[in-house]
């Protein structure tokens, strides 16, 4: 059975999907905006904890260098929809919002599900169709002269001249996100940079991190080493977990880990006192033994570690935990200094797709016009969201981008 011709069929009702059909019903085209999920934008719910961190505090400059050289390709969506179009858009729907220390900017109410609605109260206002449990089987160019697709669902057959890919990356297979729009994208001949997992909790097999599991460590500077090479450095929050390592900090490093062939081949280096250089570290553990000499050495640590911890550096430094604070030599002092600033984690892998936040790699972004997100090779089919080859740091820089990313797509495109 054929449909009635679309304007725009957008496939993939997340973050960008969203934001595509918006705008486009809103410009007056015929949009329908397929899901195969049962609900539209079930990994909004389940971002920042279910908080969902729909952006950050900073300019459009601020969301390009955030990441990297790839950042330029989002100029002209951030001139399309920014971070202060984001703030407004929720919050002319309802969604009070509220900065946090770390700039991360969330809904006042600590609810995703309040973004989800807002959004689903602008798609409804829009005009826009919503279909949902709707999966897309086969998607066909009838002519590229003519600009047509055929797209055949789980249900029906579908016509229109343009099509948005937001299907998302691999990241949360559970949420529905399990790489179909590389199919496709294949499809029409464009290139994918393989995924890989991002912001994603980072594995060990050192058995003393596991025995840390629940301590938060709100401060600290971490290295990923290969050899002496440091291949990434961030500093902020950090989760020792049964696993390995989690938090804002170990996500952000993650990226770098994934793509890795051998993380084995990798150590995780943790500064645990960042405020302090070694020079003052070692002043004040001379200063400290002389006059807590009766302590124990792990007593005396505790002033800025967590007493579990160390024990860590204790044994890490070769001295006894019950060992007295009283007559610590020069060179156990710098041991211990060593221990603390350099304190060093095997690495062998992460957790995969199955709990990362946002998945790295994706369509070539050469191959997408950064002006309108439409393709280069197939007039009328545009991508916007995780599909691309973008993925940002934590702190709500990725659905910056797929908000932006997606309005400019919705856009963009003509009947």
Known sequence: MSDARWDVIVIGAGAAGLMAAIHAAERGLRTLLLEKNRKPGVKILMSGGTRCNITHATDNRGIVAAYGAPGKFLHSALAAFSVEDTIRF?????????????????????????????????????????????????????????????????????????????????????????????????????????????LVPVTTNAPWVAELRGITMPDVAVRILEGEETLAQRRGSLLFAHFGLSGPLVLDVSRVVSGQPDPTTLILEIDLVPGQNEQALGDWLRAESQASGKKQLAVMLAQQLPRRVCDVVLTDAGLALDRKAAALTKDERVRLVRAIKHLRIPITGT?????????????????????????????????????????????????????????????????
Do not use: M
């Open 90 to 198: 929720f919050e002319d729907e309802g969604v009070a919002t509220k900065v946090e220390e770390t700039g991360k900017i969330f809904p006042v109410s600590d609810r995703a599900v309040d973004v989800l609605d807002a959004l689903l109260r602008r798609l409804g206002r829009s005009g826009a169709t919503l279909a949902l449990e709707e999966a897309v089987t086969r998607i066909a160019a009838c002519g590229l002269a003519e600009r047509s697709f055929v797209v055949e669902t789980s249900l029906r057959t579908l016509n229109a001249p343009n099509i948005v890919l937001t299907t998302g990356g691999q990241s949360y297979p559970g949420s529905g996100t399990t790489g179909d729009g590389y199919r496709f994208a294949v499809q029409f001949g464009h290139r994918i940079v393989p995924p890989r997992p991002a």
């Open 351 to 415: 957790l995969g797709f199955k709990k990362a936040e946002v998945t790295a790699g994706g369509v070539a972004l050469e191959e997408v016009d950064s002006r309108t997100l439409q393709s280069k090779l197939v007039p009328g089919l545009f991508l916007a969201g995780e599909i691309l080859d973008l993925d940002g740091p934590i702190g709500g820089f990725n659905f910056q981008a797929a908000w932006s990313t997606g309005w400019l797509a919705g856009g963009s495109v003509n009947p």
